[in-house]
């Protein structure tokens, strides 16, 4: 992480990044659905940047694994 980067995200930032509507996301959080636990400040909604990242690559992960049968695929 470079120094001028932010440890959080707002939720049109996380919004964006999952390609939904900001609508969606704040009804997300307020649901406590989003992939990873939100930071309430006062009236503020923030979400730790790294636990985002890092679940979206682990859903990412999560797909079934495909044996192929040809050995030079890659």
């Not at 939720?11 to 390609?19: R, T, Y």
């Not at 996301?25 to 309430?40: C, F, Q, T």
């Amino acid at each position: 992480m470079e120094n001028n980067e932010r440890l959080t995200m707002t939720i049109p930032e996380v919004a964006k990044a999952l390609g939904i509507s900001k609508a969606l996301a704040y009804e997300l959080a307020r649901r406590d659905e989003l992939p990873v636990k939100v930071l309430r400040l006062g009236k503020r909604i923030l979400v730790p940047r790294i636990p985002f990242e890092r679940a979206l690559m682990d859903a990412g992960n999560k797909g079934p694994k495909v044996e192929h049968k040809n050995p030079f695929f890659i």
